[in-house]
């Protein structure tokens, strides 16, 4: 069983626009509303491709409901813990004309301590089970820092592996673990870091810095790839290229995939191919972790992983 936890799931809209205009009425061609949120989507993707995912964190009010309701019509076993703080609503709009896809993002609210107490209980009874933990996303406002950073510890003392897909403060303080491997973005990076890179030197350098404190780093830069570092080698994944109707959500579909081959035995480097295509597979999906896994074998023979 692969755990996924998020604290900051979401309720998705997707809208379709044939064209949109800035300051004009615009009429969806088509609108979906999903249970979504970096969690949910790694839930969802690992779903796809045959994995159990068990998924926890909070859901709360009509929105909590319809999150919940979703991931379970899809199959995902959920364990959300329900909170008074109503589950945030983002929306991402997509325009054909251009081939762009704007996010709006909703923040959420804070969580009470009974809330967190809880979602500890949750995780607990979980890890018996857990092959492989995949911690997603941003803390809600008001959240413990060393939240992230407690379960790794426990994974680890369990012999649990973690992706960990965080940045700030609570990447700091949880990748002090060698059973840890951190996903995020190169921006992400850079603010975990505190410091911009001046040069791809320095870039490389700080993923390496960062691989140094746990198991590897991968930063994933979109269309153009990702570089990985389990502290001694790295590689340069290139994805394969695509037809991209929205991206929102591919660095989780990323992050699923690499559970996927981990929970698998495959190594960090051997399942950088499947991170790939699955990040891949969804930017040709409207709706954010969601795959066609028809399309998985294909893509999968077009990814380059090469050691730089």
């Known amino acids: ?22 300051n004009e009425v615009n009429r969806a061609a088509e609108v979906r509303d999903y249970a979504s949120g970096k969690s949910p989507n790694v839930a969802r993707v690992l779903k796809s491709l045959g994995a159990s995912p068990v998924e926890t964190g909070f859901a709360g009010g009509d929105r909590g409901r319809l999150l919940v309701a979703d991931l379970e019509r899809a199959g995902i076993d959920c364990d959300f813990v329900t909170v008074a703080a109503p589950t945030r609503l983002c929306t991402t709009v997509i325009d054909q004309a251009t081939g762009t896809a704007t996010e709006l ?10 809330g967190w107490r809880e979602l500890d209980r949750r995780i607990e009874s979980h890890l018996a ?3 492989i933990c995949v911690f997603s996303g941003s803390l809600p406002p008001k959240a413990p820092q060393d939240f992230y950073a407690r379960w790794v510890q426990e994974a680890g003392h369990r012999g649990i592996r973690v992706i960990l897909d965080a ?12 059973n840890c491997i951190a996903k995020l973005n190169r921006q992400e990076l850079a603010m975990t870091l505190d410091r911009p890179f001046a040069s791809e030197r320095a870039f490389h350098e700080a993923v390496g810095e960062l691989a140094s404190r746990c198991a590897g780093a991968i930063i994933t830069m979109g269309s153009h790839g990702a570089l990985a570092s ?5 590689w340069k994944v290139t994805p394969p290229e695509v037809k991209a109707i929205s991206a929102v959500g591919s660095g989780d579909a990323f992050a699923a995939g690499l559970a996927f081959d981990l929970s ?12 790939a295509t699955c990040g891949a597979a969804n930017a040709m999906t409207a709706l954010a972790g969601h795959i066609e896994t ?9 990814v380059h992983v090469e050691q730089t």
């Open 230 to 234: 389990d502290g001694s080698q790295f």
């Open 129 to 131: 089970n857990a092959q």
């Open 105 to 114: 993002v909703e923040e959420s609210s804070p969580i009470g301590e009974v």
């Open 167 to 178: 940045r700030g403060e609570p990447l700091r303080l949880a990748i002090t673990n060698h």
């Open 1 to 22: 069983m692969i755990l996924c936890v998020g604290t900051t799931p979401t309720v998705q809209r997707s809208m379709i626009f044939r064209k949109l205009e800035i």
């Open 264 to 275: 698998r035995g495959r190594t960090l480097f051997e399942a950088l191919p499947m991170a």
């Open 294 to 302: 028809s399309e998985i074998e294909g893509l999968l023979k077009k």
